[in-house]
Nanobody, 128 residues
Framework: QVQLVESGGGLVQAGGSLRLSCAASGGTFSNYDMGWFRQAPGKERVFVATIMWDGSKTYYTDSVKGRFIISRNITKNTVYLKMNSLKPEDTAVYYC?????????????????????WGQGTQVTVSS
């Protein structure tokens, strides 16, 4: 059983930056592809970014490309999401998720149902 704990959320002005962290425990971190999702009030949870088990590939939703960077540190069992040039529409609860590594078409990694483990979420609020 993998446990995921997110941190690093907060309140930031538009144009600012935040770095989210997700610490994993209870499993072999390097076996898992890791993803970030977000959920705004009254909306569905949506894909933000994912990184492969070995860090070899990353995928992003179009709205964050060029602004967000996902990375992982295997020695620390942690995945990060660096968010730059934040916009009010980035306001949401951000969730970390893990799935056993699979080789899929890139579009498949955006499906929340395919992830096996989830964190509790961290709130990100961007003021205008």
């Amino acid at each position: 059983q993998v446990q995921l704990v997110e941190s690093g959320g907060g309140l930031v002005q538009a144009g600012g930056s935040l770095r989210l962290s997700c610490a994993a425990s209870g499993g072999t971190f390097s076996n898992y592809d890791m993803g970030w999702f977000r959920q705004a009030p009254g909306k569905e949870r949506v894909f933000v970014a994912t990184i492969m088990w070995d860090g070899s590939k990353t995928y992003y939703t179009d709205s964050v490309k060029g602004r967000f960077i996902i990375s992982r540190n295997i020695t620390k069992n942690t995945v990060y999401l660096k968010m730059n040039s934040l916009k009010p529409e980035d306001t949401a609860v951000y969730y970390c998720a893990a799935q056993q590594h699979r080789t899929w078409p890139p579009s498949r990694y955006s499906r929340a149902d395919d992830y096996d483990y989830w964190g509790q979420g961290t709130q990100v609020t961007v003021s205008s």
